[in-house]
């Protein structure tokens, strides 16, 4: 992942043109992959991403600028994802399956943090009121897995505990099992 200002930089000048590899086509999916990188890194906002989203007027455009709009490192932009993903069953599939893609990002704990009892406090919403498709990439894409800590675990097995779909027991079983082998590994690491 490009995260270092000078990684970024070449980011930049490879979506604008002003860096040219050759044998490199900077095609529609390239443009999205590194706009997407400059956005979650906060280099740049919501008007390049409308500015590429009219340029690529397609269904993978729109897809695109989606997971996007939900990756810009702002409390404001993790609101509006949110409420897209619970919220809006207007909303294709597609676009919530991006939106979801968008939301989590291993570099925005911070802004990630507070919708880890809210995604356990709206899941039997979800699982009420949504299709079984959309009600699983919910579950298993909002599900807090970059918070590796003990909270995380003590939230799941607390959701666990009560009545729960089966369908839904076991996706957020296996996203606990993952966290728990995530935070055993950093426990090795951390003793080597």
Not at 32 to 41: I, S
Not at 51 to 56: S, Y
Not at 125 to 134: F, N
Not at 139 to 157: F, H, I
């Amino acid at each position: 992942m490009c995260s270092s200002d000078l990684q970024l930089d070449l980011v930049e000048a490879l979506l604008d043109g002003t860096e040219v590899w050759p044998g490199l086509a900077v095609d529609a999916d390239l443009r999205w992959f590194l706009l997407q990188r400059l956005v979650t890194a906060g280099r740049r906002d919501l008007d390049a991403i409308e500015h590429e989203v009219d340029g690529d007027n397609t269904a993978t455009g729109h897809r695109q600028a989606a997971v996007a709009r939900a990756s810009r490192p702002t409390a404001e932009a993790k609101e509006e994802a949110w409420v897209d993903i619970v919220d809006r069953p207007d909303l294709p599939n597609a676009i919530i399956d991006a939106t979801i893609g968008g939301f989590a990002q291993r570099d925005q704990l911070e802004l990630l943090a507070p919708y880890r009892d809210r995604y356990f406090e709206v899941l039997p919403r979800v699982w009420a009121d949504r299709t079984m498709e959309i009600a699983s990439s919910i579950t298993m894409g909002l599900y807090p897995v970059y918070l590796v800590d003990d909270d995380t675990l003590a939230a799941t097995d607390r959701f666990l505990s009560g009545e729960v779909p089966s369908a839904c027991r076991r996706l957020v079983s296996e996203a606990r099992d993952g966290v728990l082998r995530c935070a055993r590994a950093r426990a090795r690491d951390a003793q080597d």
